[in-house]
């Protein structure tokens, strides 16, 4: 059976990609999924501005602004927020905070909701704290849902989480874990100030495996569909 030309580039491209990977492997290393949980506690208050005047009160806080959390704090609005528990690959220093880049920002109330101030790959809410050997980021790119009033909010959102970690003092190379991640804000106060607000950030495993091991597969599969396509082909010149 022949293989086609593009199947024997995909065949190249791995070749290729298995000769090299060790070679990088002393400068960094992707080790694959982060595992566990962190959790911030702070303060935060929502801001609004005022876009048009039905429903909406004299803070400028409705569905037809856009809203800002900002994060308070000596920082402000950026925090920090302390970290209050970390389970899994998550190892931040005793005492360390977390300081979010920008604030967050939304149009929409409830399940009909835009986070603004995104760029993929650019620019996003995003928080960061160092680690015993590294640092951890966790970066806001979508919102799920958003409900708050005067006395209370729950945001629930969607992004990343990455985990850099070395040690050169022992020649440790550099060891990145990164994973999809559920982001959940939530607070109570009054006047649209939540003084106990919490952001946990969970890193989420996706039920298909790693990325490389679906594209392992779909090679497979694409060898295997060529070949049945070529026996299909012979047969049909048989009778024609």
Known sequence: ???????????????????????????????????????????????????????????????NGIHELDFNGQNFPHGPLSVTSATGDFIPIVGSQANFDLPIRWTGSGSSVTLLDVVPGVVAPAWRILTGDGNATG????????????????????????????????????????????????????DFTYNNLTVVTTAVIPEGGSGLGLLAIGLVGLVAVEGLRRKIGTRQNRYA
């Not at 409900?147 to 020649?171: A, C, H, K, N």
Request: proline fraction near 3%; aromatic fraction near 6%; glycine fraction near 12%.
């Open 139 to 190: 970066t806001l790119f979508s919102l799920n849902s958003v409900t708050f009033d005067e006395d209370s909010l729950t945001l629930i959102g969607r992004g990343t989480t990455q985990i850099i970690s070395s040690d050169p003092l022992v020649g440790d190379p550099l060891v990145l874990k990164h994973s999809d991640a559920r982001i959940v804000i939530q607070g109570t106060g009054q």
């Open 1 to 63: 059976m022949k293989i086609s030309k593009f199947l024997w580039s995909v065949v190249v491209v791995f070749a290729t990609v298995a000769l090299i990977a060790p070679q990088q492997v002393e400068a960094i290393v992707i080790d694959g999924r982060i595992n566990g949980q962190i959790v911030f506690t702070g303060s935060g208050t929502i801001t609004g501005t005022i876009t048009e005047s039905n429903g909406i009160n004299s803070n400028g806080i409705g569905s």
